[in-house]
């Protein structure tokens, strides 16, 4: 991906192949049921209200990595939105 991102091309995507692929995929949690399992955690934790990235990492049994991932993939998906350090469910 960085030589490609070097020689100009656009819309590269993570091989999913190479090792470091692997390594971030490990990290993350992206395998979907892993996936769908830390996302179910951390909605659970946004149910009631608002939380900080700090409060999520407190009160969850995932990894730092694995939340940020997780956050991620909720935002992307639009599943929570992230307004002045709070997240909360949509």
Do not use: H, W
């Amino acid at each position: 991906r960085i030589i490609l991102e070097y020689f100009g091309e656009k819309n590269i995507q993570d091989c999913g192949k190479c090792d470091i692929c692997i390594e971030k995929s490990k990290l993350n949690g992206n395998n979907n049921k892993e996936k769908e399992k830390f996302a179910q955690i951390i909605l659970n934790l946004l149910k009631s209200n608002k939380r900080t990235v700090q409060e999520i990492i407190e009160n969850s049994p995932l990894t730092e990595k694995q939340i940020t991932g997780t956050l991620r993939f909720l935002q992307d998906s639009k599943q929570i939105k992230m307004e002045n350090n709070y997240i909360e469910k949509i």
